[in-house]
């Protein structure tokens, strides 16, 4: 084997370990957007109050995005980053408008 071949596996070993954090922490993170999802819609059926509704509906938007990205990044093999990152950012943005919203609307 020669350097050429060793640092072609090196670098393979290196997309994969990326790859896979990624996935790990996005599904971490679509994990916890869900508990606070949760969260929000208990809050809202016990006191009624439509901040809380907006609240749920910020953090699946947020969910979503993170969702959306992470599949489309694996099903298109990582390419159009560009696209990838314009759509979580639409998502992210959406959904921390909805969390201002509530936080606004609270009070």
Known sequence: MDLREVGKYLSLVAETTIALLYAATTVIFIIAGLVMVG????????????AMLHLSLGFSFAVAGAAATMISAFLWNFEGAAVLLLVKSGFFTIGFIFIIYSILAYR
């Open 39 to 50: 969260m929000a819609i208990r809050a809202y059926v016990e006191t009624e109050q439509p």
